[in-house]
């Protein structure tokens, strides 16, 4: 069907028929605006004009969704700016093309975070349930820094101000290194967001609680009975002690070597081993030698990477038996430090045996070496006791 122009009015673009091959009507008042008229009933607004030399077809809307006059102000203002030099077609393509957060996310993941960044893998979990749902399909130049904001406050008051902190951090990491690498050329939308105040946990099991914790072990399996005291006995964290693999373990010189690809500071690891440590290793070590086909690990597991997988509900089993139930993993390799405080051992000393990069992590443990400013307070008081 030939190209013909005609005065667009609703009733007339209405009553186009429907052919077997797509055709176009041009409109009389706006010069190149066109009503395309697919084989499906589909009528398309285009704008057809030359952009830069090269004729090009713009697509403005579908009719009657788009009303005729929306569609010739519409032609209008892309007429003007391809007057001026822009290319509406290239802007809309490369609008469409925009990168999602989850796609800068992914590209920040594997070519920065597993590289240089602690707990990779950990905060990634962290995103798949709290970030992916809110921002995962947003175009990551879209996203603003109120809904940034309000997204911290929501998390902040649902979870905990520290989960909040520590995934705009996350957040705060993509945009900086879609920034640097030029995937997006917007601003940082978590530059100056104030985080929540956090306190460090200081939480330990004192001499009554370890009582229960150790009767609460005996009715466990001697998997997590063993990996329970090897979080106590080593002051490791729980990932590693999960991993903690015979090959790096030498019983002679009493030292685990944990990997730099496996540490939070990305440095090697030695762990000295305690005498109730190696007893246990030695008792697993027996019995794995034992097996048909010995484990590579000293806590395997069915999950495709071999090792035990988080034991929560087992750690669940010990607590409830304690009827104690504030107490965390992580606390059994704060008791370890704390207990070396009490006893007098210096910070930098507690804080190499945990294997601390920096003093910050160790300077919880200075509230409970107190013996030094204990003494010093009595002989204050005596001194002024005897005036």
């Not at 609008?95 to 800068?104: C, P, S």
């Not at 921002?135 to 911290?152: D, L, S």
């Not at 305690?274 to 034992?290: G, Y």
Request: aromatic residues 10%.
């Amino acid at each position: 069907m030939q190209e013909q122009s005609i005065n667009f009015r609703k009733d007339v673009l209405n009553s186009l028929q429907i052919a077997s091959k797509r055709y176009c009507v041009s409109d009389s008042k706006v010069r190149n605006l066109k009503l395309a008229v697919y084989p499906s009933g589909i009528k398309t607004f285009i704008l057809y004009r030359k952009v830069q030399g090269t004729p090009e077809r713009i697509k403005i809307g579908r009719f009657p969704d788009l009303t005729i006059e929306q569609a010739r102000t519409e032609a209008q203002r892309l007429t003007s700016l391809i007057t001026l030099g822009q290319n509406p077609h290239k802007d809309r393509v490369a609008e469409r093309r925009a990168i999602t957060f989850k796609e800068l996310y992914e590209k920040y993941y594997t070519h920065h975070a597993l590289k240089f960044t602690k707990r990779p893998r950990e905060n990634q979990k962290m995103m798949d349930c709290h970030v992916f749902p809110a921002f995962g399909k947003c175009k990551a130049k879209e996203i603003t820094t109120a809904q940034i904001r309000n997204f911290h406050s929501k998390i902040g008051e649902k979870r905990a101000g520290s989960t909040a902190n520590r995934l705009i951090a996350v957040i705060r990491a993509v945009y900086n290194f879609g920034i640097r690498e030029s995937y997006i050329d917007c601003p940082n939308p978590c530059a100056g967001l104030r985080k929540y105040k956090t306190i460090s946990r200081d939480r330990f099991l004192n001499y009554d609680e370890l009582e229960l914790f150790f009767a609460a072990l005996e009715q466990e399996e001697p998997l997590f009975r063993d990996f329970f005291k090897m979080l106590l006995y080593t002051g490791a964290r729980k990932s590693n002690v999960l991993s903690m693999k015979w090959s790096d373990i030498n019983l002679n010189f009493k030292r685990w070597r944990i990997a730099e690809t496996q540490t939070k500071n990305r440095d090697v690891n030695i762990v000295l081993l305690s005498e109730p440590a190696l007893e246990i290793l030695k008792i697993r070590d027996a019995a794995n030698r034992a097996l048909d086909t010995p484990s590579l690990f000293v806590f395997p597991g069915t999950a495709a990477d071999g090792y035990l997988k988080d034991p929560k509900k087992a750690f669940d089993r010990v607590r409830d038996r304690m009827n104690i139930h504030d107490i965390r993993m992580h606390d059994l390799r704060r008791t370890l430090g704390s207990y070396m405080a009490i006893s007098g051992i210096s910070l930098p000393i507690i804080g190499k045996a945990l294997n601390h990069k920096s003093q910050v992590s160790t300077a919880i443990y200075a509230r409970l070496s107190n013996d030094p400013v204990l003494e010093a307070i009595n002989i204050a008081s005596n001194m002024m006791s005897k005036r």
